[in-house]
């Protein structure tokens, strides 16, 4: 099949709004969207700088990539990489490794943040005796982590490598869980509070997909390496009920985020939960307690945080 916009081949065929895309073509509409969602986001009128939470992954590498494509000249900006070595033996030193060659070749600062060290455990050692599957823990860890070392290293803005495929299964299951107040607090953020790194989305209207083929087609180093807990975790259901959704009706992705932010949009201000601090660390928290250490009492584990 051809391009739609030339007669080169096409690499991939976009049902949601019928076009045939050649690499050329794919390449310009792919950074167009994240020039869009970045100036959407951010608007920089002093010196910033920007940290991305770098896994390895196709999604986090691409948008270090890009991030440093949009950024990376100017004089205003700095940029840091920040990768959470959460303990997984057959996993996580491949993504590391990965990790390290990409921020070496676009000459980026990276920080490798351990959870034992932080925590006293890892993801491995969860594993054989947490009450919850694997991910519901590491969710937390890397998260707390993540805004720690966001502060600890004056970063004004948090870039994640979520996709439109990530964000669509996170609505769905707020919803189905009736967790509207948490769906006002999903990225991506625009306003900046006490103690927490707002978060920015440059792939939150860009499939899973092609997220992956734009990594290949810009030969950007990522790891194809798979967590071996990441069956355990529910967000696999909704993956395929969504997926299923969308292979019968194309755009249903696009809608559920449009949903979302048409939610977040009539959500009163008034109604905004307040932040506290948690008793045992100071991290910011709704409760008493954050879930952070609620989950290291659980675990029976030390903390160095």
Known sequence: MKCSFCMNDAVIFLKYNGSHLCDKHFIKFFQKRVNLEFRHELKITQPVRIGVALSGGKDSSVALYETNRVFGKRKDVSIVALTIDEGIKSY?????????SLTKRL???HRIISIEENFGTTMDTV??????APCSYCGVFRRKLINKAGVDEEIDYMVTGLNLDDTAQSVMMNIVRGDIARIGRMGPHTDTKDGLVPRLQPLLKIAEKEVMLYAILQGIEFSHSVCPYADRAIRNEFRESI???EERSPGTKYSIINSFDKIRALMPMENEVKLGKCRTCGAPTTGDICQSCSFEQELGTWTKS
């Open 127 to 132: 594993s054989e005796g947490g009450r919850l």
């Open 107 to 109: 000459g980026i600062e």
């Open 92 to 100: 996580r030193p491949e993504t590391i490794k990965a990790a390290s």
């Open 243 to 245: 997926d299923k959704w």
